[in-house]
Nanobody, 124 residues
Framework: QVQLVESGGGLVQAGGSLRLSCAAS????????MGWYRQAPGKQRELVAT???????NYANSVKGRFTISRDNAKNTLYLQMNSLKPEDTAVYYC??????????????????WGQGTQVTVSS
């Protein structure tokens, strides 16, 4: 089993910054990719950014140039540095991990795990 716990959300004024963290724990063999998603009230959950184990990144167009995703592979921790925040960034932010976990008999099974989310509110 793999669990993800997000932290770092809060209330910030437009133009400010926040840094989100997501710590993965459990019987992890490897994590191929991690990502941040967000969901605002009345909206669908959308991809914000992803990063692979070799540090290849992808960003939603709406956050390019403002957000930076990174990961510490040794700590199985994901980060999202958010700068120049806008009110439209207000949402619950969720982290996601895809990888392989240890199972009985030395089997390594794929997994997908989601955190509980952390609220980010940006005001003027």
């Amino acid at each position: 089993q793999v669990q993800l716990v997000e932290s770092g959300g809060g209330l910030v004024q437009a133009g400010g910054s926040l840094r989100l963290s997501c710590a993965a724990s459990g019987s992890i063999f490897s994590i191929a990719a991690m990502g941040w998603y967000r969901q605002a009230p009345g909206k669908q959950r959308e991809l914000v950014a992803t990063v692979t184990s070799d540090s290849s990144t992808n960003y939603a167009n709406s956050v390019k140039g403002r957000f930076t995703i990174s990961r510490d592979n040794a700590k199985n921790t994901l980060y999202l540095q958010m700068n120049s925040l806008k009110p439209e960034d207000t949402a619950v932010y969720y982290c996601n991990a895809d990888g392989r976990l240890y199972a009985s008999g030395g089997v390594r099974r794929p997994f997908t795990s989601w955190g509980q989310g952390t609220q980010v509110t940006v005001s003027s």
